[in-house]
């Protein structure tokens, strides 16, 4: 909640519902997840968030505000999780047809992670990455650098000489390497206010990212509400 670019943005309003909800709404539509957990903070000021995501049905865990990662992998030790999906609490058009894609790639290939955020294809805010709890937790115990405490996964891809990646890459109904779809900035809640009060009256919340390429194809104008945000880099 204590966001410093948009503070309280994960519950905020979000054609009627807050933002977090309209997430754990569409993850429970991925095929290949068995359950979601969310990892939020031990602060006072994420007490709603926590009674929010429990009031909905779904697991809480709650730890560090700064050591984010130690956060998810108590989390996920909590869920007694194998394999680990990683979605930032600022993607409420998370698509679950991407969620299963990285899932059954990650389950096919002899791999450590499967990603789709460090060569940018996908919008940002599709996101998905998949990996094991057991090598997030290897570097949780090994590696004290601030920005990998902060950055969950930012390790995997740092060391690529470590790790076996695969990088998704969009295919042509999903390629918008250059649009934003994530909640940080006033400029992109509009843009996602708008496209839900869209596209859910026509697809109620199934609708996935081919259907917002469609749209912004149609009114292009939409795509510039939040073309001028940029993303903070980890370093």
Known sequence: MASSRLPGKV???????????????????????????????????DDVLART???AGIRCFRGSENDV??????????????????VTGDCPLID???IDLGVNTFLVNDVDVVANVVKPSYP????VQVFRLAALAEIEQTIHDAAVREHVSLYFYEHPEQYRILHLAAPASHHA????????????????????RRLEPKFGIGFGTPEILTLLAEEPALAEINRHCTEKPPR
Do not use: F
Not at 69 to 85: F, Y
Not at 124 to 127: F, H, L, N, P
Not at 179 to 196: A, G, H, K, N
């Open 11 to 45: 519950l905020s309003d979000i054609a009627g519902k807050p933002a977090l909800l309209r997430l754990l709404d569409r993850l429970q539509r991925a095929k290949t997840l068995d359950a979601v957990v969310v990892a939020t903070t031990d602060q006072s000021s």
């Open 53 to 55: 995501v429990e009031g």
């Open 69 to 86: 990662l130690n956060r998810v992998v108590e989390a996920q030790r909590m869920m007694e999780s194998e394999i680990v999906v990683e």
């Open 96 to 98: 679950p047809a991407v």
């Open 124 to 127: 940002s805010g599709i996101d």
């Open 177 to 196: 390497p250059g649009l934003r779809l994530q909640l940080d900035y006033p400029e992109d809640q509009q843009l996602i206010r708008e496209i839900y």
